[in-house]
């Protein structure tokens, strides 16, 4: 069985920073990532990682967001600075693996509000 389990989301004030963690168990992934959803929107791409090191981020988190981890280990860090409200929202952790399937995990929620 193939879990992703998400830590870190926090209540947080406007230009605060928060570290979300991920560690995922029962397969081996090519890469890993974060996405977010906050009420009413769609599940967007925060920024990914893969087993290579390679990284993509969405145009509203550069400068502000760094992902990093260890896939061979299967975890992933998103250090988050400089949050704003519209940073709020749900956060998912996702895998894909080897074999170009998709997991998620169940989320962790950030609020950044003063």
């Known amino acids: 069985q193939v879990q992703l389990v998400e830590s870190g989301g926090d209540l947080v004030q406007p230009g605060e920073s928060l570290r979300l963690s991920c560690v995922a168990s029962?397969?081996?992934?090519?890469?890993m990532g974060w996405y977010r959803q906050a009420p009413g929107k769609h599940r967007e791409l925060v920024a990914t990682?893969?087993?290579?090191?390679?990284?993509k981020y969405s145009d509203f988190v550069k400068g502000r967001f760094t992902i990093s981890g260890d896939i061979a280990k299967n975890t992933v860090i998103l250090q988050m600075n400089t949050l704003k409200p519209d940073d709020t929202a749900v956060y998912y952790c996702?895998?894909?693996?080897?074999?170009?399937?998709?997991?998620w995990g169940q989320g962790t929620q950030v609020t950044v509000s003063s």
């Open positions: 029962g397969s081996t992934f090519r890469a």
């Open positions: 996702n895998g894909e693996s080897i074999w170009f399937k998709e997991f």
């Open positions: 990682i893969t087993n290579r090191g390679v990284t």
